[in-house]
């Protein structure tokens, strides 16, 4: 008996006896099986040893150039009823769905192995913590298993004494695109991906799991699974406020949670420090405040882009024991990508550079590397109860309108100002430049419910005894009309981060408009950055007209999640275009 769960040992029996693996291996988590799994991967070529002299034990992986990213149009949840999953979501019914699947896994790992890896999403010991099982053909997915989460004998143990667990059931198939689904069944917190070995579609934890599973998990148990970082600022006297802040993609989210301060705040003392880069789950403590941890144990994060310019703590991270996948190699085999100094020789796909085919490293390629590498590690990422949440940060990328930082008045206004969140299109994504594509929460590939049920959650949490963290919007993408940016952004963003910190302590008014609060201009410290002239006035003007258009586009949005969106949140939406519709005050020197 490999377990002493019997649901956990009937699970894997009923797995293979539909799968027929020739064999059956259960993961301990250890270094001594994680370095037999990296000598087999050596051998059959699924990695590639990089040069050890610069980067001791890192790998490249390949993968099949048909499947370098999560598949969107693939990704469904399979709730009983449509409407459950919204207009957010691709649906199947989950009759159908686990027909689909059960066709596909038909002796799919017939020669193979089945790996079961027990998992736990966040401390072993934190409450807030919640477990998984991922069963597996492919040994990368077990090698990044292991770094992106505590897996093995401890998450078993937990697994077996509460006798609960999210199910992930993972085939790489024969990576045929045209057979690829991720399907997610949260009424049976179960998860079934197959055709695919890359990262969001084949590391279950991470997306699938700690995303959108939890996300029913959290809905049901009065928590909230997030698409956040978690940082923690440090002030000179030695007080760490914690800010949880989500953004969309190619946003800049591990780069903020590794910032580097500026000279001058490195020299007052203020530090920075690290508790996750990407997904966060919050609950109510005792006291009424929010409480986080991060479900994860390491960083799975895009390469390119990453340099000792933008990030040098993430450089540092994965200078060592770090798995690459579809980055470039240089002529003596060290990782690169664009962005990186020096020059590679060989692309992503193992062929001679050549500037022909593109750019060398893939844009979606990806470095696997422990978190505890991280110079900035927070030691409260392993604190069980989790750390106290000050402040949450919505952002996005937006050229125009959106000011540099503002407060949301109330929760239900921060929860508007989350739902209506959004990202202008860069030339790095597919489809048009410069479409405003919202994205509310930064959750839209990952909730895995109705988005109006899930704005509803969200304000459900304004109840009597809440401590709630004040709420903010950011935007450090701001362009003047030269189309440069107006704000220099990186290390920089923490003259903002502190404003933020000052209306949390009750040192800074603020300037009430109709959008929020915005900082005074003499309440941000400015000291040593050189901005272009006028580009302050820029960043915090309130252009009433370009508002009133952006209500009315927000309105038309939420509207789509009709007759689900909450009452209050339309009616929030109805205030702020009251508000805007009033003449401004002589006062109010930023309004238009
Ligand atoms: O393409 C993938 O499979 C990775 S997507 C990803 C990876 C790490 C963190 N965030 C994301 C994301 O898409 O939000
Ligand atoms: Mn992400």
């Known amino acids: 008996m490999a377990s002493t769960l019997p649901a956990l040992e009937r699970w894997v029996n009923d797995v293979a006896a539909l799968t027929h693996p020739a064999h059956v291996h259960w993961c301990d988590g250890s270094q001594a099986e994680y370095d037999a799994l990296v000598a087999h991967m050596l051998a059959d070529g699924t990695l590639i040893e990089l040069n050890q002299q610069t980067h001791p034990r890192c790998y490249l992986h390949r993968s099949d150039p048909r499947d370098v990213a999560r598949v969107e149009r693939l990704t469904v949840i399979c709730h009983e009823h449509e409407e459950d999953a919204g ?25 193979r192995t089945l790996y079961v890896i027990p998992y736990c999403m966040g401390p072993i010991d934190s409450t807030l913590a919640r477990c998984g099982v991922e069963i597996t053909d492919s040994p990368y997915v077990v090698a990044n298993m292991r770094i992106m989460t505590r897996m093995g004998a401890a998450a078993q143990a937990r697994i077996e004494r509460e006798g609960e667990f999210v199910r992930g059931l993972h085939s790489v198939g024969e990576l045929d695109p045209e057979r690829r689904w991720i399907m997610h069944f949260p009424a049976e917190r179960l ?50 406020h914690y800010i949880a802040a989500a953004f969309p993609s190619a946003c800049g989210k591990t780069n903020l949670a590794m910032l580097i301060p500026p000279e001058g705040y490195r020299a007052a003392g203020w530090k920075v420090w690290t508790v996750g880069d990407d997904i966060c789950w919050m609950r109510p403590g005792a006291d009424g405040r ?29 200078a060592h024991d770090t798995i690459y996948t ?39 390629s990806r470095f696997t590397a422990s978190a505890r590498q991280c110079p900035t590690w927070s030691d409260q990422a392993e604190a069980p109860q989790g750390v106290p949440i000050s402040a949450i940060v919505f952002g996005g990328r937006r050229p125009n309108l959106l000011p540099l930082v503002m407060e949301a008045r109330d929760w239900t206004h921060g929860v508007l100002l989350g739902a209506a969140m959004g990202s202008e ?26 988005y109006g049920d899930y704005f509803a959650h969200w304000l459900a949490f304004d109840r009597p005894g809440a401590k709630l963290p004040r709420v903010f919007h950011v935007n450090w993408f701001r362009k003047g009309a030269d189309g440069r940016f107006l704000w220099p952004g990186f290390g920089e963003n923490l003259r903002v981060l502190e404003w933020m910190l000052a209306r949390v302590e009750g040192s800074a008014s603020g300037m009430d408009t109709p959008i929020g609060t915005l900082p005074r201009p003499n309440e941000l410290n400015l000291a040593g950055l050189k901005l272009a002239p006028g580009a302050l006035d820029e960043l915090l003007a309130v252009d009433r007209p370009g508002w009133q258009a952006e209500l009315a586009a927000i309105g038309e949005y939420l509207a789509g999640f009709a007759p ?29």
């Open 326 to 364: 579809n980055v470039a190699v240089t002529a003596d085999n060290q990782p690169w990508w664009e962005g990186l100094p020096g020059t590679p020789v060989t692309d992503w796909q193992g062929r001679p550079y050549d500037p022909a085919n593109g750019p060398a490293a893939h844009p979606n």
């Open 87 to 111: 207009p957010n979501n691709h649906w199947m019914a989950p009759a159908a769905a686990h027909a689909k699947m059960d066709a596909l896994f038909a002796g799919c790992m017939r020669g």
């Open 564 to 592: 689900r969106l909450p009452p209050k949140l339309h009616a929030e939406q109805q205030r702020v275009v009251a508000a805007l519709a009033t003449p401004a005050p002589r006062a109010a020197t930023a309004v238009a």
């Open 191 to 240: 998860i079934q991906s197959f055709g695919s070995g890359y990262g969001g579609n084949a590391l279950l934890g991470k997306k699938c799991h700690a995303l959108r599973i939890a996300s029913n998990q959290g809905r049901d148990e009065g928590w909230l699974a997030e698409h956040m970082l978690i940082v923690g600022i440090q002030n000179p006297q030695g007080k760490t």
């Open 425 to 450: 299109t860069t030339a790095a994504a597919a489809g048009a430049v410069g479409v405003l594509r919202r994205d509310p929460m930064a959750m839209k590939p990952f909730c895995g419910y109705h």
């Open 290 to 318: 929010l409480y986080a941890i991060n479900p994860e144990a390491g960083f799975f994060g895009v390469a390119p882009g990453t340099s000792a310019a933008t990030n040098p703590n993430a450089l540092a991270t994965i």
